[in-house]
């Protein structure tokens, strides 16, 4: 009888010096998940009402043509509203002469900015638009404005303003990675084929892009991502063919990163294969990505081209998608 009241006093001994540190343990762990939550760095969060009214600006510049006054207050405002954020800025200049009058020649600038220049990140990131607007409106229903400008709201602008928001966030909140943000100029004065008259001379597009790559041979950021109408009010942006046939890896990254921040335009299907700015990083092995709405919508190549028919919600869900893959990157 006495073994069994020594035995019980010896568990409740036991029992009481376990449980006298419990509330311990406890302050200690409160302690580590309160200094997790402070010195996590959360996402900064991307702005589509702020970006949408970046949009508008840009098309009250007037169409973004080479040659024309609206062409260089919009590069300036560009380039001067960059410098704000960005680390390093630069301007790349190039000509090309129209394949139709060779006494016309285009005037291209493409715009590079560069955040997190540091020699202990090694690790880049690109991402691209274009910044020039198409000088005729050869799509649109009424064929007496094809020869009209295309005001560019979407295709053209809408990319840029996502980008100019994301250079902000990068300026307010460091990315781990660095990041390359390049505006190229003449992607769209292309000629479209035209099977009557297979041929004949025709300008290309997506200029500027092989001019950049031309003139950067050393440059290999680790992926990019090319924003190309991202800005339609009822934006739809499948798997471009190309995208997924040459840089199958960086597409899953971005649909993963859609998923989860719940951004729905982005489907799970593949589209066509698009002739665009992220072909000449292609042609060089270097895994750049086309998000570019697909089918075209309806104001593609039409004087329709306008901001009502864009919306900040559309480019609030690219720009989630944007931080959630760069803020991810280490």
Not at 69 to 93: C, I
Not at 155 to 161: E, K, Q, R
Not at 196 to 223: C, H, L, T
Not at 224 to 242: C, F, S, T, W
């Amino acid at each position: 009888m006495a073994n069994k009241k020594l035995k019980k006093k010896n568990t409740e001994i036991v029992q009481n010096k376990y449980w006298k540190w419990i509330p311990l343990i406890i302050s200690i762990l409160i302690v580590f998940v309160i200094l997790f939550i402070v010195i996590r760095t959360p996402k900064p969060v991307f702005d589509g009402k702020r970006a949408y009214k970046e949009l508008i600006k840009q098309v009250e510049f007037g169409p973004r043509i080479s040659g024309t006054v609206s062409h260089v207050k919009t590069k300036e405002y560009l380039v001067s509203h960059l410098r704000k954020y960005a680390d390093m800025v630069s301007e790349q200049t190039f000509d090309f002469t129209d394949k139709h009058d060779s006494t016309k020649i285009y005037k291209g600038v493409n715009i590079v900015a560069s955040f997190n220049v540091t020699e202990e990140v090694s690790k880049r990131i690109l991402l691209c638009a274009h910044w020039d607007s198409r000088p005729f409106a050869d799509n649109d229903p009424d064929t007496t404005k094809h020869k009209l400008p295309v005001p560019a709201a979407n295709d053209g602008a809408s990319g840029v303003v996502v980008l100019l928001e994301m250079a902000r966030l990068f300026a307010e909140s460091k990315p781990k990675v660095g990041v390359d943000i390049v505006l190229f100029d003449l992607e769209d004065i292309g000629d479209e084929i035209d099977s009557s008259n297979a041929n004949s001379p025709r300008n290309p597009f997506a200029i500027g892009s092989e001019m950049f790559v031309k003139s950067n041979p050393d440059y290999y950021p680790e992926y990019g991502i090319l924003l190309d109408m991202v800005g339609d009010k009822e934006l739809r942006i499948p798997k471009e063919a190309y995208s997924v046939s040459r840089a199958g890896n960086v597409v899953e990254k971005v649909w993963k990163a859609a998923s989860v921040v719940g951004s729905i335009a982005f489907i799970d299907e593949q589209g066509g294969a698009v002739m665009d700015d992220h072909i000449a990083f292609l042609k060089k092995s270097i895994p750049v990505i086309d998000l570019i709405h697909l089918p075209f919508p309806k104001t593609w190549h039409t004087v329709n081209d306008k901001p009502e028919y864009c919306s900040s919600a559309s480019l609030q869900q690219v720009g989630n998608v944007l931080v959630e893959v760069i803020y991810n990157e280490k």
